[in-house]
């Protein structure tokens, strides 16, 4: 009964979540919706964009680097304070904290050289200069994170990775 209450929190959660990067990506695109502006998240992300003029270079796009293994999908990168501010790779969370596994995303994101197109064809991923999480509060409030992705924090995420292939052995 407990482990049902749990599975159903998470998947609460990740709905929420699902919902608030729609949300997310249409306001860096400048496409919001009426339906979006009555998402608790959006006066957060509206907040953060404004405040932090943020200038979008890309949005949800998938990563990749091919040498080590691994691919995602980058929420946001953008010209923080002004179109000539430094790039800036953001991943929306909505949780209630930042945990250490999103500093390893954040690292494996800002080691991926690669991106795949609409097409399927691959390209150069967008150059960033500094990686955040961006925590999105239902009170319209945000927190900003500045994560180090450097060479040591990229080892982790990889160290991890070969603990996860190890045990997921077949």
């Known amino acids: 009964e407990e482990a049902t209450f749990r599975e159903l929190k998470k998947k609460d959660a990740a709905e929420r979540g699902s919902l608030a990067h729609e949300v997310a990506a249409r306001a860096a ?3 919001t919706t009426k339906e979006d502006e009555a998402n608790p998240y959006h006066p957060a992300i509206a907040s953060f964009l404004a405040e932090r003029k943020a200038s979008t270079v890309a949005v ?4 990749l680097n091919k040498h080590y293994g ?25 949780s209630a904290a930042v945990y250490p596994e999103y ?3 954040l690292a494996a994101y800002a080691w991926a050289y690669e991106t795949v197109k609409a097409d399927g064809t691959i390209g150069t991923a ?3 200069d500094k990686a955040a999480i ?20 990229l080892d982790n995420f990889l160290a991890v990775k070969r603990a996860w292939s190890f045990l997921n052995e077949r």
Do not use: C, N
């Not at 002004?82 to 800036?88: D, M, T, V």
């Open 70 to 94: 691994y691919a995602g999908t980058v929420d946001l990168v953008a010209a923080l304070d002004g179109a000539e501010g430094k790039r800036w790779i953001i991943d929306w969370k909505t």
């Open 134 to 153: 961006v925590l999105l509060g239902k009170d319209g409030h945000y927190e900003f994170y500045e994560v180090d992705v450097g060479i040591l924090m």
């Open 103 to 105: 500093k390893l995303q």
């Open 126 to 128: 967008p150059i960033s």
């Open 60 to 63: 949800e796009t998938v990563v």
């Open 29 to 31: 695109r400048g496409e």
